[in-house]
Nanobody
């Protein structure tokens, strides 16, 4: 299991950009696929993006395609989410998650190996 810590959230105006980071502890980070999820107040936690252990495969929710980019640096044990052209509806608590199974990250929020504590992203009009 890896321990995950997110950072980089904040308040930004619509149209702006933020880059989230998720730092992982442990020497097995490169064994895990990684994902980003978000949860707005009163709503369920939703999938945003995922990346394979090698970084060679990425997946995105339709709502963020073309605006968000997920990447990872296995030498730094870190996964990133570059968010451009932010919209007020992107406002949420953003979480990173890890699992050895990339496909699991795409279909569920239940039973994943590890979660971070979340970082708040607020997009103002």
């Amino acid at each position: 299991q890896v321990r995950l810590v997110e950072s980089g959230g904040g308040l930004v105006q619509a149209g702006g950009s933020l880059r989230l980071s998720c730092a992982a502890s442990g020497r097995t980070f490169s064994s895990y696929a990684m994902g980003w999820f978000r949860q707005a107040p009163g709503k369920e936690r939703d999938f945003v993006a995922a990346i394979s252990w090698s970084g060679g495969t990425t997946h995105y929710a339709d709502s963020v395609k073309g605006r968000f980019t997920i990447s990872r640096d296995n030498a730094k044990n870190t996964v990133y989410l570059q968010m451009n052209s932010l919209k007020p509806e992107d406002t949420a608590l953003y979480y990173c998650a890890a699992d050895v199974n990339l496909n699991l990250l795409l279909v569920t929020t239940q039973g994943l190996n590890s979660w971070g504590q979340g970082t708040q992203v607020t997009v103002s009009t």
